[in-house]
């Protein structure tokens, strides 16, 4: 599994008792949220719940500790953050009124592939590495096949690479101030004639684990059955300690 990650920039890592008894707790938890449309996206077929599961800050919920096969595989933080709550509707995604017919093309074509952390800012919604995360790994809280995650293999060597450049010679302390819209873009197009995409459809029990630098996204719901309640995932991104970390 170690080789698979470093190569490829992601790994779905199999069932794990453990890994399943922390998802029934968070599924718990999660349909035990109030009603938050102020984060619902895309003609409300999708609620975003950054920071949403009231999980301890060693992970656990409701006393499940937070255990799995990616221990192996990553430095646990001293303090996992309030995770992610991902939920996907049938329908994803439709287009929102402010939202460009440009931006909405791309969300349907190119699953709205991205690295995380580069932040649209101002006017122009210029990037800028804001959240230098450390990983990013997802936990599937319930049974849904529609809108899996999607990855592009070994995009990650790719955006390495070009980030790399890009900071060549500028102290670790100012690349948040670095605009590296331009470069993330041609980094982008180059993963996208270059690289595999992939689905990576998970069950509860089981893991998603991606490499900070990897390109990845979201399907499109298309013929796959309507589950009302969505599809749920939670997702832990915790931060480097220091910014030079990130590359």
Same mark, same amino acid.
């Given at each position: ?5 470093? $190569?490829?920039?992601?790994? #779905? ?22 009603? !938050?449309? #102020? ?8 609620? =975003? ?9 060693? /992970?656990? =919920?409701?006393?499940? !500790?937070?255990? /799995? ?14 995770? &992610? ?5 049938? /329908?994803?995604?439709? &287009? ?13 074509? $190119? ?10 800012? /101002? &006017?122009?919604?210029? $990037? ?46 100012? *690349? ?8 993330? &873009?041609?980094?982008?197009?180059? =993963?996208?004639?270059?690289?595999? $995409? ?12 991606? #490499? ?8 499109? *719901? ?23 970390? *990130?590359?």
């Amino acid at each position: 599994m170690k080789k698979d990650f470093a $190569r490829d920039g992601f790994v #779905h890592l199999p069932w794990d008792a453990r890994t399943q008894a922390w998802a029934n707790a968070a599924y718990v938890a999660v349909k035990a949220l109030p009603d !938050a449309p #102020h984060d619902m996206r895309h003609g409300g077929t999708w609620r =975003v719940g950054v920071d949403a599961l009231a999980n301890a800050p060693d /992970g656990s =919920v409701d006393g499940v !500790a937070l255990r /799995g096969l990616w221990e192996d595989l990553i430095t646990s933080p001293d303090t996992w953050h309030a995770a &992610q709550v991902s939920i996907v509707y049938a /329908g994803y995604p439709k &287009q929102d009124p402010d939202e460009t017919e440009a931006a909405h093309r791309f969300r349907l074509m $190119r699953d709205a592939a991205h690295v995380d952390g580069l932040l649209p800012e /101002g &006017q122009d919604r210029r $990037r800028h590495l804001r959240k230098p995360h450390a990983f990013i790994l997802g936990l599937p809280l319930n049974e849904a096949d529609g809108s899996p995650m999607v990855v592009w293999v070994g995009s990650h060597v790719i955006v390495r690479n070009a980030f790399a450049k890009a900071f060549d010679g500028i102290a670790p302390d100012a *690349w948040g101030d670095v605009d590296v819209t331009d470069i993330y &873009q041609s980094a982008r197009r180059e =993963v996208f004639d270059t690289c595999e $995409r992939v689905l990576l459809p998970a069950k509860p029990g089981e893991a998603t684990l991606l #490499h900070r630098h990897v390109v990845h996204g979201v399907a499109p *719901w298309d013929d796959a059955p309507e589950i009302k309640e969505g599809r749920i995932i939670a997702y832990f991104r915790p931060e480097v300690a220091a910014m030079a970390e *990130w590359l």
